[in-house]
């Protein structure tokens, strides 16, 4: 184990999501919903030294794993991280992020013009594309701070 | 979603459009040979916007064509003032008629109805979207006046928010047209649409002075600047003279120009310009009727 994985000590059972770009961590809880209020147990490492990255955050999530969706807009914000999955200690899935084609129901349009804004039964999709998303309501290109656009339930 | 509404133009391919201004100009050479065409058809009209044009162009349409339409009144008339959402208003209309025409002012409003109805739905105007109906009588128009393939086309005025603009460009990168864009910095096209021009290829230029382009131009667009979207007044006066156009300002142009303009004018274009050869914005109303009986016609037959 490196000197840097040490920083924080290991979880029994979770997630610990890992080279995260330096600077996002406090993003990475938002897209997990993560305020504090709900129980669960966080230790995060911000702007750790990484052999590969120069600098990098950790987030490490007792008693939780990641669904799909939040995979996919994770990796809007934090393409390089790895999702290690934790049980009795162990790391016994580690998945790489991959650019998803759209994600559904997790951001919130700019727009407040948009559809999507108004009170009806509709849910946001937005088309992933190289550098950014797009709304596929309005039509709206965000590239700047997506993590900004994040829906917090 | 069912693959027959028509909510962007960019879903028109050159075959699309041809076919649709193809049958719009047998409409248009005799409008009242067609009453049996479509007995029975109902159309319905979900305006939540003000239209004059565009809906008494689809009433004038479908019954050209034989058929009806049925209409959900004002905003304030209807049970969207209780608070109904589109979606519903938007099915329950759905099931009254064969085909929906709806105008919002939310952008994407009809690509959501879409996934909720089981008609044919036309898009008439979503916000600051989409206009696809317009742009197709638009082409009309320019393919009456000045072809649409090689021409040079300057589409001046709002283009952020302009509908009609956005459409008009998505479809004219099916042809060989050179687009110049021509707007105040504030009102430039948005991105996205940049985005999609770019995405196509098509061959595009943006100016901030008219005269930098008009004596290349076969075709002017122009739209209406719109007053409401300027924080301040001062800064609009400052714009709006300077985006219309008189006899002065046209003498540079080609004699064979074709001026247009979606309507409503409130400034842009001097009235001394609508007895010339350039003024074409009225013609191009009167196209409404004929190209929206080609969709119609497209449309219901596809479904019967």
């Known amino acids: 184990m490196s000197d840097h994985q040490l920083r924080v000590s290991k979880i029994p059972r979770g997630t610990v999501i890992d080279h995260i770009r330096a600077g996002q961590a406090l993003n990475v809880l938002a897209i997990l919903g993560i305020d504090g209020l709900g129980g669960e147990t966080v230790s995060i490492g911000m702007n750790v030294p990484s052999d590969r990255m120069g600098h990098k955050d950790i987030v490490k999530v007792e008693g939780r794993e990641l669904s799909q969706d939040e995979v996919d807009v994770l990796s809007l914000i934090a393409p390089e991280a790895t999702i290690n999955i934790i049980r009795e200690y162990e790391v016994v899935e580690k998945q790489y992020l991959e650019r998803p084609e759209r994600v559904v129901g997790v951001l919130s349009c700019p727009n407040h013009n948009c559809i999507t804004n108004a009170d009806e039964p509709v849910e946001t999709k937005f088309e992933v594309l190289d550098d950014g998303v797009r709304c596929e309501y309005c039509e709206t290109i965000v590239r700047e701070d997506i993590a900004a656009h994040i829906a917090v339930e | ?304």
């Open chain 2, 1 to 304: 979603m069912r693959d027959d509404h028509l909510l962007t133009a960019k879903q028109l391919s050159r075959e699309d459009v041809e076919e649709v201004l193809d049958r719009a100009a047998e409409f248009d050479a005799d409008p009242s040979a067609f009453g049996d065409r479509h007995e029975d058809a109902i159309l319905g009209l979900c305006f939540f916007e003000p239209s004059t044009r565009t809906k008494m162009s689809f009433e004038t349409a479908i019954k050209r064509l034989g058929g009806d339409s049925v209409d959900m009144g004002t905003v304030e008339s209807s049970s969207v003032k209780k608070g109904e959402s589109l979606a519903d208003t938007a099915r329950v209309i759905a099931g009254y008629a064969d085909a929906l025409v709806l105008r919002h002012p939310s952008q994407g409003a009809a690509k959501m109805v879409g996934e909720f109805v089981d008609v044919p739905l036309l898009n008439a105007g979503d916000g600051a979207g989409h206009h696809p109906t317009q742009t197709l009588l638009d082409l009309y128009t320019i393919r009456e006046n000045a072809g649409l393939d090689d021409i040079t086309i300057g589409i001046m005025g709002d283009l952020k928010y302009g509908r009609t603009v956005h459409s008009l460009a998505h479809a004219l990168t099916n042809f060989d047209a050179d687009q110049h864009f021509i707007s105040p910095e504030s009102l430039k096209l948005p991105r996205s649409v940049r985005y999609d021009l770019h995405e196509e290829g098509a061959n595009v230029r943006e100016h901030t002075e008219l005269d930098e382009i008009l004596p290349a131009l076969d075709v002017l667009y122009v739209t209406r600047i719109q007053r409401e979207r300027f924080p301040d007044e001062n800064e609009y006066q400052e714009i709006a003279g300077e985006y219309g156009i008189d006899l002065e300002t046209l003498e540079p142009a080609k004699e064979d120009l074709t001026v247009m303009h979606p309507l409503p004018r409130v400034d842009e274009i001097a009235p001394e310009v609508d007895d010339t050869d350039y003024a074409t914005y009225f013609e191009q109303a009167h196209n409404g009727v004929p190209v929206r009986m080609a969709l119609l016609d497209q449309m219901l037959e596809a479904d019967r």
